[in-house]
């Protein structure tokens, strides 16, 4: 059953923090361990973008408390579910994957396939902070779905 799961992007300052917050808010209740971290470390310690911190205010969402980390082969042990934001997120997951790890790692799109997206855009870059989140939501919910067995 999966209790904890780790949202990966880029530097842990736009798609993953507010994946974990998303979850967290919406899966209240249902015990579940959530963090998230990026593939690089260009912003460790960094709070989220500004941009992304207003646009999931706006919606109710909190990711003032949230700071960069990057993603470590601890990572493996501590989670049941590792989930990129896009399939080059992925590929440096498994880079960083100890050879013993069976710890699955899967895109968050894959929660949401009605969207017809296969990665959540970076909007760091795009600024389409609204758009990354729509699609956020979508795939939360599909993720909460399957973690409910519905």
């Given at each position: 059953m999966t209790r904890s799961i780790l949202f990966v992007c880029l530097?842990?300052?736009c798609r993953s923090p507010s994946a974990e917050a998303v979850l967290r808010q919406r899966g209240d209740g249902l015990g579940l361990n959530l963090d998230s971290a990026g593939t690089g470390d260009w912003h460790l310690g960094e709070p989220p973008c500004p941009g992304m911190v207003r646009a999931a205010a706006t919606r109710g969402y909190d990711l003032s408390g949230l700071r960069a980390r990057q993603i470590e082969p601890d990572d493996f042990s501590r989670f049941d579910l590792i989930i990129g934001m896009d399939p080059s997120n992925l590929e440096d997951i498994e880079a960083v994957r100890?050879?013993?790890a069976t710890?699955?790692?899967r895109l968050f799109t894959d929660y949401a396939p009605e969207t017809g997206a296969t990665h959540i855009p970076d909007a760091y870059f795009t600024q389409d902070y609204d758009g990354a989140l729509d699609?956020?939501?979508a795939c939360a919910e599909g993720l909460l779905r399957e973690i409910a067995g519905r």
């Open positions: 530097g842990n300052i100890p050879p013993s710890t699955p790692a699609l956020i939501e």
